[in-house]
């Protein structure tokens, strides 16, 4: 499976539109967003055409293609406008021998680690910066930020395919790869 991997939406239809885009042109089986899909946040500026209401049109449209956990600006509200769901705190991918624990990351993140075995992948946003750090029993992987990107990295997305994490921006340039 191609698997497409977004966070930190924030409720920027322009970015949401972008995201889409890509997702297409990459022809990608599934969309996990990692959380944090409508509201922008009291700590975060409002991202380029915030606008809620269109994201919900854009996302509800590829239901049938989306995988989500529950960012920390998620709510119970959320769920009631979004036909797919969004409300799980973690999931968890196995891929052969690969175990992917994808979560937001305001719960589960490297300062509190989730229940991993040895190899295990930790999977989460919330930060807004792309990272891929290899700890001695796991690695810990982050796409970044859709729509508000920090510490100046860029709009961006992942691509998990055949064992291999691959970063772009927006523009669909690749950034990097991690093949664990």
Not at 21 to 40: P, S, T, V
Not at 46 to 55: A, G, I, R, S
Not at 74 to 83: A, C, F, G, P, S
Not at 92 to 107: E, K, L, M, R, S
Request: charged share 20%; with cysteine; hydrophobic share 30%.
């Amino acid at each position: 499976m191609k698997l497409f991997i977004a966070s930190d939406i924030h409720g920027s239809a322009y970015y949401c539109e972008k995201m889409i885009a890509e997702f297409k042109r990459q022809n990608c089986q599934k969309i996990l967003l990692l959380g944090d899909i409508l509201y922008h946040g009291p700590r975060n500026d409002l991202p380029k055409e915030y606008n809620p209401k269109t994201v919900i049109e854009m996302l509800n449209a590829l239901k049938s293609s989306l995988l989500c956990v529950r960012g920390n600006c998620d709510t119970e509200v959320d769920q009631m406008v979004l036909n797919f769901p969004v409300l799980a705190d973690y999931a968890v991918i196995y891929d052969g021998d690969t175990t992917i624990y994808a979560t937001h990351g305001h719960n589960y993140n490297e300062g509190k680690l989730p229940p991993l075995s040895d190899g295990d992948i930790l999977l989460h946003g919330h930060t807004h910066v792309p990272v891929c750090t290899e700890h001695e029993n796991y690695v810990y992987i982050n796409p970044g930020s859709v729509s508000i990107p920090k510490e100046n990295s860029h709009h961006g997305y992942m691509i998990y395919e055949n064992g291999t994490f691959t970063w772009y921006d927006l523009e669909g340039n690749t950034i990097k790869n991690y093949k664990k």
